[in-house]
């Protein structure tokens, strides 16, 4: 680089240009298992005990503020997870008090019912390709975002199975 040619460049030295981030549907299935009413090892605030399900709300809570920040255009959908799928708000909205209102409205399985034990999640995913099918004939992309409360392992086996029979089996 020549001892001048720093000065004679014209603009910043780094910029990115301007673009518009595609509109996207989200879709939110949290597991309300009896196990998401567990209380976490950290404590909230004046040492009140906070659970999984507490956790979870406020993630939701931000990162639905996060998106709108970012895109005005995001709209969000809700679903739990208990023995089965079911929908909480199916209307995607980008409205924040819909969002909120959701989100202060779930509450974890009662203590008398046992856990679920292992959901069918092949609901789940026959709603998200309805809706990934509906988002696409309008331009938008669904994201499907699940918050899980039990043992981990246990779903993300289950969760192979479930794609390889809807998809792997779809395509032939």
Same mark, same amino acid.
């Given at each position: 680089? /020549?001892?001048? +040619?720093?000065? /004679?460049?014209?603009?910043?030295p780094y910029s990115l240009p301007p673009f518009r981030l595609q509109g996207e549907d989200i879709l939110f299935c949290i597991d309300i298992d009896v196990e998401s009413s567990v209380e976490m090892k950290v404590s909230g605030v004046k040492g009140r005990p906070i659970t999984r399900l507490d956790s979870i709300k406020q993630s939701l809570l931000l990162f639905v503020n996060s998106k709108l920040i970012m895109n005005?255009?995001?709209?969000? $959908?809700? $679903?739990? =997870?208990?023995?089965? &799928?079911?929908? =909480?708000?199916?209307? !995607? +909205?980008? /409205? &924040?008090?819909?969002?909120?209102?959701? &989100?202060?409205? %779930?509450?974890?399985?009662?203590?008398?019912?046992?856990?679920?034990?292992? $959901?069918? %999640?092949?609901?789940? !995913?026959?709603?998200?390709?309805? /809706?990934?099918?509906?988002?696409?004939?309008?331009?938008? %992309? =669904?994201? &499907?975002?699940? !918050?899980?409360t039990e043992f981990i392992l246990l779903i993300f086996f289950q969760l192979a199975l479930v794609v390889l029979q809807l998809f792997c089996y779809t395509s032939v």
């Open positions: 680089m /020549e001892a001048g +040619s720093q000065t /004679e460049r014209s603009g910043p005005s255009d995001h709209r969000f $959908a809700f $679903a739990v =997870l208990g023995q089965s &799928v079911s929908w =909480l708000r199916k209307d !995607f +909205s980008n /409205e &924040v008090g819909a969002a909120m209102g959701a &989100v202060q409205s %779930l509450t974890a399985a009662a203590a008398a019912a046992s856990s679920y034990g292992s $959901a069918d %999640l092949t609901q789940l !995913f026959r709603i998200a390709t309805q /809706e990934a099918k509906n988002s696409r004939a309008q331009g938008r %992309l =669904l994201r &499907v975002a699940s !918050f899980f």
